[in-house]
């Protein structure tokens, strides 16, 4: 029997892009094929030459639909099939090639916000609710909204083999986070694009939505991140590679926190367990440093770090990119 492929791809939208996608028949006992959409609807292109290329890059099981049907995570191409200027994907993959042999991990945080009824999910109407405080992995219908939703994308995420580690209730009320890895620095990218498009696709099912905006609620409230931990096989076997990252990220900070997602600034404030955007820092266990080194691993003298100042809506090809890119180049100096 043909099958349905629901075609996945980032779109071209700016300063933050966005997940399109639609649904293919594909014969049975046929692989997805290179495809095609309108780029003049998706900001990817003129109308006078509206045609891009969809490329698979990803095929997972689609838990929503059963059977043979498949989830297809794509990269943008232009029809002379080189990367669309929005394809993020392809410099990422040349950095993940060029430093393979230090096997480069990546695990990220994905936080969010659901909304309904145009506010958060959770929040009175006109009003707020009670301070923070007791929301973070809370328990109880007065500090928990959405538990469902979160329950199902879990469960979806596990049935299309993605590789998700965690979720926990976040600090502001109606915010959540899922953790996808440890993966290299393209995997964890494409799997948490597809995740993504999961969550937003189930709660749709729940009249809810998600968002990834960094600072959902402005004042004394937790905004969202993408706290991206990292590793290299240096990393995990002794300490002073370690130091090393952490350092080499502090000499590129500036690059990075342009790239870590739009409103960056409006996060990373010195408050809520973040570091001012414009001051590196890093340390053992501080959440209000810019990179964190997590107590096991200063105890183990090896491990990971934890770099807390990407946004929850980055591009994770980028992030990945960048922190792969920063960091193997200085463990090789
Ligand atoms: P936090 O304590 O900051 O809330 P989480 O438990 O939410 O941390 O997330 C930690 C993430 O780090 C997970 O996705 C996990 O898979 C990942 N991780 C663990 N070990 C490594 C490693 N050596 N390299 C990269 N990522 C790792
Ligand atoms: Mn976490
Ligand atoms: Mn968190
Ligand atoms: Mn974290």
Redesign the pocket.
């Given at each position: 029997m043909p099958y349905r492929a629901e075609y996945i791809w980032i779109d071209g939208q700016k300063p933050t892009a966005k997940l399109r996608s639609k649904t293919k028949i594909v014969p049975d006992g046929a692989e997805p094929p290179i495809w095609g959409f309108d780029g003049s609807s998706t900001e990817q292109a003129p109308g006078s030459n509206s045609d891009c290329v969809l490329r698979p890059v990803l095929v997972k099981p689609d838990p929503i639909r059963g059977g043979d049907d498949v989830l297809v995570m794509c990269e943008v191409l232009y029809t002379d099939m080189t990367p669309h200027e929005s394809n993020t994907r392809a410099a990422c993959l040349e950095t993940a090639e060029k430093y393979a042999s230090h096997e480069p991990?990546?695990?990220?945080?994905q936080e969010y916000t659901f909304y309904k009824d145009g506010r958060p999910h959770g929040w009175p109407i006109g009003g707020f609710p009670a301070p923070q405080g007791g929301y973070y992995c809370g328990v109880g219908a007065d500090e928990i909204w959405g538990r469902d939703v979160v329950e199902a994308h879990t469960a979806a995420c596990l049935e299309a083999g993605i590789a998700i580690?965690?979720t926990?209730a976040e600090v502001m009320i109606g915010q959540w986070?899922f953790?996808?890895?440890?993966l290299g620095p393209v995997e964890v990218a494409d799997q948490l694009w597809m995740a993504r498009w999961l969550l937003y696709r189930i709660a749709e099912d729940f009249n809810i939505s998600a968002h990834l905006n960094p600072k959902p609620v402005e004042g004394d409230w937790n905004g969202a991140g993408a706290?991206t931990?990292?590793?290299t096989k240096a990393?995990?076997e002794g300490y002073d590679p370690i130091i090393v990252a952490c350092e080499a990220l502090g000499k590129k900070a500036d690059l990075h926190i342009k790239h870590y997602g739009a409103g960056i600034e409006r996060r990373l404030t010195g408050l809520h367990e973040t570091a001012p955007w414009t001051e590196y820092s890093y340390g053992v266990s501080d959440r209000g440093a810019s990179v964190?080194i997590?107590w096991q691993v200063e105890q183990d003298k090896k491990?990971?770090i934890?770099d807390r100042r990407p946004n929850a809506n980055c591009d994770p090809y980028v992030v990945t990119r960048l922190i792969t890119d920063t960091v193997c180049s200085a463990l090789e100096a």
């Open positions: 991990w990546f695990g990220i945080e580690s965690g926990n986070e953790q996808v890895g440890p706290h931990n990292f590793s990393m995990r964190r997590p491990g990971y934890e």
